[in-house]
Nanobody, 130 residues
Framework: QVQLVESGGGLVQAGGSLRLSCTASGRTFSNYRLGWFRQAPGKEREFVALISVSGGTKNYADSVKGRFTISRDNAKNTVYLQMNNLKPEDTAVYYC???????????????????????WGQGTQVTVSS
């Protein structure tokens, strides 16, 4: 069993920055593909970013591309989401997620979908004021 714990959320003004962290238990963290999702009140959970096992592939939702950066430190069992130039529409609960399964024929594509992940954190609130 893997436990994921997010931190780093908070209240920030538009244009500001936050860095979210997600630390995992377990020895096989380095074998997981990792993702960040977010969910605003009354909306479905949506994909934000993902990172491959090696860290060499990083994909982003169009809404955050150029502003957010995902990274991982396998030695610390931690994945990060650096969020710059935050906008009020970024306000949401942010979740990290881990996928432990083998890559299928579609590669990383399924990881844009929440149901592809095996483990989830409890979420951290990000609020961006205008």
């Amino acid at each position: 069993q893997v436990q994921l714990v997010e931190s780093g959320g908070g209240l920030v003004q538009a244009g500001g920055s936050l860095r979210l962290s997600c630390t995992a238990s377990g020895r096989t963290f380095s074998n997981y593909r990792l993702g960040w999702f977010r969910q605003a009140p009354g909306k479905e959970r949506e994909f934000v970013a993902l990172i491959s096992v090696s860290g060499g592939t990083k994909n982003y939702a169009d809404s955050v591309k150029g502003r957010f950066t995902i990274s991982r430190d396998n030695a610390k069992n931690t994945v990060y989401l650096q969020m710059n130039n935050l906008k009020p529409e970024d306000t949401a609960v942010y979740y990290c997620a881990a996928d432990s399964g083998p890559l299928g024929p579609l590669g990383l594509a399924p990881l844009y979908l929440a149901h592809s992940y095996d483990y989830w954190g409890q979420g951290t609130q990000v609020t961006v004021s205008s």
